[in-house]
C-alpha cells in the first residue's frame, strides 16, 4: 500500500498564511433581520398544515363554541359569568396544547428530520429557532384569543370591561412562554416519532385534571386532588382569578381560594425552569451525540 | 499555495468503529478537490469534521485557520448535506432567505435560484419537490452566503444528467473565481473530470492522494486494446505488460486489453511479434479502474 502511496502537497501551514478575515461583528439589527425572517417563515408554514390551524387554533375554539358558550346567563354565586370562565378556561387549554404541539412534537419532527443538524452548518444562532417558536406560539395564541373572545361576546353574552379583557389576553399568552419549555424538553428527552404520541398523551389528562374542559367542582375527587400538582392547574389558578373574585374561584375549582396568587405564579416559573433544565439537558446530550 | 483546510493526524472512532485513522489532508485555496472513496471510508466522516458537525477523537480539524464550528467560519463556509432535512411545508423561497439573511453579504433571491437550477420554483414547498430538486435547494442553501470555501457531500446523487452538467459548470465557475471546494463522491468519472485534485479515501487513511491523471498513473498507466490471437501467457510476458483481460477463452481472435506500465515498448513488442492485429486501441486507465485496483490491492 505505501508504494501506492504519492506524497501529498501537505506543507502544514501556520496561522499566519491564512487569509482569516475579521470575525463578523453581529449588530442589533442583523439579529433583527434573522429573527423576523425566522418568525416569518414559521407562521407562514404553519398556516399551510390544516392539521395545525385545524388541531391546535380551531379546536379550541370550536369546543368553547359548542359547550362552553351554552352557559350563557348562568353564573357563579359572587355573579361570575360562567360563559367567561368557560372562555379563559378553553382558551388556557388552547395555548396549553399549542406550546406541548408546536415546541414539543414541531421541534422533535425537526430534530428527527435533521433540519437542526442542518442549520448547525450555517451561521443561523440557535437561540434564533427558539426565539422563532415562542413568537410563532405567540402570534397563534392571539389568534386563538380572538376567536374564543369572539364567540363568548357574541355568542356567550359575557361583557367584561376592556382592560379585564387586555389583562387578560396577556396572563393567557404568557402560558404560551412559560409552558415553551415544557414543550422543549419534549422535543429532546422523547425519541422524535414518539413526542406526539408522548403529547397527545400528556395534554388531554392535563387540561382535564387541571380543570379546563369542565370545573374541577364537577370532576372526580382524584382528579381534584391531583389538580395541585400540576403547573396548569396553577396557570388557571392565575387565569381565572384575573376575571373572579376569590369566593367565586373557591366555587368554580371546589379547592379554597386565598387572595394570593403569588403561590400559583410561583409554581409557573418553577415548572419553566425546570422543565427548561430539562429541555437544556437533553439538547446538551443530543448534541453531544451527533458530535460524537 | 495556502491552505484552507488542514486535518493533523485526526482520528475518529464511533463506539469499536474507527472511520478516520490519523488522517492528514490539507485542502488549497481556490482549487477542486475531489475525497473518494467507497461506502464507509470515511469521507462522510472526514466532510462532517471539516464543518464541524463533530468532533475529532484525537488530531487537529482547522478551516481558515480556525475551529471548524467557529461563528466566523461559519459565514464564510456553504454546505450541501446528503439530507438536510428542510421542514417539509416551507417553501424553496423561505428556506434560502433565511439561510441567506444570516450570512454577512447574501446573494439575491432570484440570483441564488437561478445559480443554483431553481428558476419558477421559489413558491414549491418542500413536499412538492422531487429528489433532484431538494438536492439543488441544498445546492442554493451551500451558495446564499457567497461562502469562500463550499463543502459538498456526494452532490449530484438525485441529479439527471442535464442537472449534473449545470452544476459542475457551476462548481468550475465558482472555483475559476478562486473559491476553494471539496466534494465526495463515489461518482468517479466526476472526479476525474472536474477535480484538480483527487484524494482516495479507505478504511479512514488516506491511500493515494494526487491529480486526477497521477492517481491514474499509480495503476498500470494505461491500457491497449487490441484483437489478437496471441495467447494471454505470450501478452503477459511483453514487456510493459502487467496485466491481461481476455473477453473470452474461445481460440481464434478475440479482443483482449493489457494494462501496460510503459506504452511504447509494449506496443513495439506487440508489432515485432510479427502475429495479425486488429483495432488497435491506446488509451488511459479510467478513475474507475484506477480506484478498485487501489482498493483492492490495500486490501
Known amino acids: 500500500m505505501s508504494t501506492l502511496m504519492t506524497t501529498p502537497p501537505t506543507t502544514p501551514p501556520t496561522t499566519s498564511d491564512l487569509d482569516v478575515s475579521p470575525v463578523i461583528r453581529r449588530r442589533p439589527r442583523d439579529a433583527i433581520r434573522v429573527l423576523s425572517a425566522q418568525v416569518a417563515a414559521e407562521v407562514r408554514t404553519n398556516l399551510r398544515v390544516p392539521e395545525f390551524l385545524v388541531g391546535a387554533v380551531s379546536v379550541p375554539v370550536l369546543l368553547y363554541a359548542m359547550f362552553g358558550s351554552a352557559q350563557a346567563g348562568e353564573a357563579l354565586p359572587a355573579g361570575t359569568s360562567v360563559a367567561a370562565m368557560m372562555a379563559v378556561s378553553f382558551a388556557a387549554y388552547g395555548i396549553v396544547s399549542l406550546a406541548i404541539f408546536t415546541f414539543g412534537v414541531d421541534i422533535a419532527r425537526e430534530r428527527g428530520q435533521g433540519w437542526l443538524r442542518t442549520r448547525r452548518v450555517t451561521p443561523l444562532p440557535t437561540w434564533v429557532y427558539f426565539a422563532g417558536k415562542i413568537a410563532m406560539a405567540l402570534a397563534y395564541s392571539v389568534v386563538i384569543l380572538a376567536g374564543i373572545t369572539v364567540v363568548a361576546v357574541t355568542l356567550g353574552d359575557v361583557r367584561l370591561p376592556m382592560e379585564t379583557w387586555i389583562r387578560l389576553w396577556a396572563v393567557l399568552a404568557s402560558g404560551a412562554i412559560v409552558f415553551s419549555t415544557f414543550g422543549f424538553a419534549i422535543a429532546w428527552l422523547a425519541r422524535p416519532r414518539a413526542a406526539s404520541t408522548i403529547g397527545n398523551l400528556l395534554f388531554l389528562p392535563l387540561s382535564f385534571a387541571s380543570g379546563f374542559f369542565f370545573p374541577l367542582s364537577e370532576l372526580p375527587p382524584v382528579l381534584a386532588e391531583a389538580a395541585p400538582w400540576l403547573p396548569t392547574y396553577h396557570y388557571g389558578r392565575v387565569v381565572w382569578a384575573q376575571l373572579a373574585p376569590p369566593v367565586d374561584v373557591t366555587a368554580w375549582t371546589g379547592a379554597e381560594a386565598t387572595g394570593s396568587l403569588w403561590p400559583h405564579v410561583a409554581w409557573m416559573l418553577g415548572s419553566f425552569v425546570v422543565f427548561g433544565i430539562l429541555a437544556a439537558v437533553g439538547w446538551r446530550r443530543d448534541r453531544e451525540a451527533t458530535l460524537g | ?299
Open chain 2, 1 to 299: 499555495m495556502p491552505a484552507t483546510v488542514t486535518l493533523t493526524d485526526v482520528v475518529k472512532d464511533y463506539a469499536d468503529v474507527r472511520a478516520l485513522d490519523h488522517l492528514d489532508l490539507s485542502i488549497e485555496t481556490g482549487r477542486i478537490t475531489a475525497v473518494l472513496g467507497p461506502n464507509g471510508a470515511g469521507k462522510t466522516t472526514a466532510v462532517d469534521l471539516m464543518l464541524g458537525l463533530r468532533r475529532p477523537t484525537s488530531g487537529r480539524v482547522q478551516v481558515l485557520g480556525r475551529a471548524a464550528d467557529d461563528r466566523a467560519v461559519r459565514s464564510r463556509v456553504g454546505a450541501m448535506l446528503q439530507d438536510p432535512g428542510f421542514p417539509e411545508a416551507t417553501t424553496v423561497a423561505e428556506v434560502l432567505h433565511l439561510v441567506g439573511v444570516a450570512y454577512p453579504d447574501p446573494m439575491p433571491l432570484h440570483e441564488v435560484l437561478e445559480q443554483a437550477d431553481l428558476a419558477g420554483l421559489g413558491g414549491r414547498r418542500i413536499a412538492e419537490l422531487s429528489g433532484g430538486q431538494r438536492q439543488r435547494v441544498a445546492f442554493g442553501m451551500a451558495l446564499v452566503g457567497r461562502p469562500d470555501v463550499l463543502f459538498l457531500d456526494e452532490p449530484t446523487v438525485a441529479l439527471d444528467v442535464d442537472a449534473r452538467r449545470r452544476f459542475w459548470t457551476r462548481i468550475q465557475g465558482l472555483a475559476a473565481d478562486g473559491k476553494t471546494i471539496v466534494f465526495t463522491t463515489h461518482h468517479l468519472a466526476e472526479a476525474d473530470e472536474v477535480a484538480d485534485r483527487v484524494v482516495v479515501i479507505h478504511r479512514g487513511r488516506v491511500l493515494a492522494d494526487g491529480s486526477p491523471s497521477a492517481v491514474k498513473a499509480l495503476v498500470a498507466g494505461r491500457t491497449i486494446g487490441l484483437t489478437s490471437t496471441l495467447s494471454v501467457q505470450r501478452l503477459a510476458a511483453l514487456p510493459g505488460v502487467e496485466h491481461v483481460d481476455e473477453s473470452t477463452t474461445e481460440p481464434g481472435p478475440r479482443p483482449v486489453t493489457l494494462h501496460v506500465s510503459d506504452v511504447d515498448a509494449a506496443v513495439h513488442a506487440l508489432v515485432s511479434a510479427d502475429v495479425p492485429l486488429h483495432d488497435l486501441t491506446v488509451r488511459d486507465a479510467a478513475l474507475e479502474d484506477a480506484f478498485v485496483h487501489l482498493v483492492a490491492s490495500a486490501t
